[in-house]
């Protein structure tokens, strides 16, 4: 079974740039998750998504951070204009139901490490 | 306000000795929670779990213990190895929004 792609691997961009990720979960899975990791803490949850609808982007910065889950399979995270504090990893995960119990472990992908100058 | 915490940033053991990393957490609402291992340049990957309404689950060398009472769940590794050292991030899932939360990661370092 293939794992969770995410592109690029590595990003290097100045301040007030924009920039896109993009991942594919795992085939079948419905539940889509972005997450922030900045050096030294946990990941912290962006966005969630269930099918293409979202289900929790509370701690999503609207202002400069977007995300969509066209069809309900691959999705993209966008920064514009980035910041230097922006610079983290972000992982994307997936899960294949929310709505099913059993359903808890989530997979993630390998990361797309930015740094914004 | 962080809601699951470990307070131990970094661990080192024997090979072949206990390896036990600690979790603490401030919701109740939280119904399974969940150990990932990291290494350098890769995502998280699951290790092994425990729902809240247990008290222990193993899987091989590895062993979570939660003590609901006190909040706390721990994860050992019996016995450590080498290859075992990596970040270790205990998470949490909250049964109301699904949500995640994960600690701040402790390093294990296995000396050979």
């Known amino acids: 079974e293939a794992g969770v792609a995410q592109s690029p691997r590595y990003k290097i961009i100045e301040k007030r740039q924009s920039v896109a990720f993009w991942c594919n979960p795992i085939?079948?899975?419905?539940?889509l998750y972005w997450y922030q990791q900045i050096l030294g803490q946990g990941p912290k949850l962006l966005i969630q998504f269930q099918n293409n609808g979202v289900v929790d982007d509370s701690q999503l910065p609207k202002d400069r951070f977007s995300a969509e889950r066209l069809k309900g399979v691959d999705s993209t995270l966008k920064i514009q204009p980035a910041k230097l504090e922006d610079s983290a990893v972000y992982l994307c995960?997936?899960?294949?139901?929310?709505?099913?119990?059993?359903?808890?472990?989530?997979?993630f992908g390998p990361g797309t490490r930015l740094t914004v100058t | 306000d962080q809601q699951v915490k470990q307070n131990s940033p970094s661990l080192s053991v024997q090979e072949g000795r206990i390896s036990i990393l600690n979790c603490d957490y401030t919701n109740s609402m939280f119904d399974y929670f969940l150990w990932y291992k990291k290494y350098p340049a890769e995502g998280p990957t699951f290790l092994i779990s425990?729902?809240?309404?247990?008290d222990k689950n193993e899987d091989g060398r590895f062993t979570v213990f939660l003590n609901k009472s006190a909040k706390h769940l721990s994860l050992h590794i019996v016995p450590s190895q080498p290859g075992d050292s990596a970040v270790y991030f205990c998470a949490a899932r909250d049964s109301g929004t699904y949500k995640y939360i994960f600690g701040t990661g402790t390093r294990l370092k296995v000396l050979a």
């Open positions: 425990i729902s809240s309404i247990k």
């Open positions: 085939s079948g899975h419905a539940t």
């Open positions: 995960a997936s899960s294949s139901n929310i709505a099913v119990l059993s359903s808890y472990e989530q997979y």
